[in-house]
Nanobody
Framework: QVQLVESGGGLVQAGGSLRLSCAASGRTFRNYAMGWFRQAPGKEREFVAT????????DYINSVQGRFTISRDNAKNTVYLQMNSLKPEDTAVYYC?????????????????WGQGTQVTVSS
């Protein structure tokens, strides 16, 4: 079993920054690709960012490219999402997830473990 706990969400003005953290428990954290997803009110959950097992490969949804950065520290069993230049459209509950594979993926079905989510609200 792998447990994931997100933190770092909150209320921020447009143009501001937040850093989300996801702490994972489990003996094989370094073997999993990790991802961030988000869900806004009335919308389906969507892919945001992913990182492979070593941190050497990343991918992002087009709308956050150049603004968000996903990273991981396998020694600390933690994955991060640095969010800069935030926009009101970024408002959502953000979820971290661990894939049952080593290589990065944007498909929700590839992720076996999910956190409870952390709220990010961007005001205008």
């Amino acid at each position: 079993q792998v447990q994931l706990v997100e933190s770092g969400g909150g209320l921020v003005q447009a143009g501001g920054s937040l850093r989300l953290s996801c702490a994972a428990s489990g003996r094989t954290f370094r073997n999993y690709a990790m991802g961030w997803f988000r869900q806004a009110p009335g919308k389906e959950r969507e892919f945001v960012a992913t990182i492979n097992y070593s941190g050497g490969s990343t991918d992002y949804i087009n709308s956050v490219q150049g603004r968000f950065t996903i990273s991981r520290d396998n020694a600390k069993n933690t994955v991060y999402l640095q969010m800069n230049s935030l926009k009101p459209e970024d408002t959502a509950v953000y979820y971290c997830a661990a894939a049952a594979r080593a290589y990065s993926t944007s498909y929700p079905g590839d992720y076996a473990y999910w956190g409870q989510g952390t709220q990010v609200t961007v005001s205008s």
